[in-house]
Nanobody, 124 residues
Framework: QVQLVESGGGLVQAGGSLRLSCAASGRAFGSYAMGWFGQAPGKEREFVATINQNGGMTRYADSVKGRFTISRDNAKNTVYLQMNSLKPEDTAVYYC?????????????????WGQGTQVTVSS
């Protein structure tokens, strides 16, 4: 079992930046692919970014390419999402997810473990 705890969300003005962190329990973190998903009010949870087990491959939703960067530190059991040039439409609860298979994936059903989410609100 893996527990994921997100942090770093908050209220920011448009154009600003935030860095989300997701701390994972357990010794298998380095074998998992990790992902970030966002869920806006009244909408389905959507893919944002994913990274493979060693950090050598990443993928992003088109809406965040060039603005967001996913990274990981396997020594710290932590994955990050650096969010720059934030827009009001980025407002959502952001969830961290872990996938036992270590290759990247963009669908919610591909992930085995989920955190509780952290709220990101971008004001105009």
């Amino acid at each position: 079992q893996v527990q994921l705890v997100e942090s770093g969300g908050g209220l920011v003005q448009a154009g600003g930046s935030l860095r989300l962190s997701c701390a994972a329990s357990g010794r298998a973190f380095g074998s998992y692919a990790m992902g970030w998903f966002g869920q806006a009010p009244g909408k389905e949870r959507e893919f944002v970014a994913t990274i493979n087990q060693n950090g050598g491959m990443t993928r992003y939703a088109d809406s965040v390419k060039g603005r967001f960067t996913i990274s990981r530190d396997n020594a710290k059991n932590t994955v990050y999402l650096q969010m720059n040039s934030l827009k009001p439409e980025d407002t959502a609860v952001y969830y961290c997810a872990a996938r036992r298979l270590g290759i990247v994936a963009t669908t919610t059903g591909s992930y085995n473990y989920w955190g509780q989410g952290t709220q990101v609100t971008v004001s105009s």
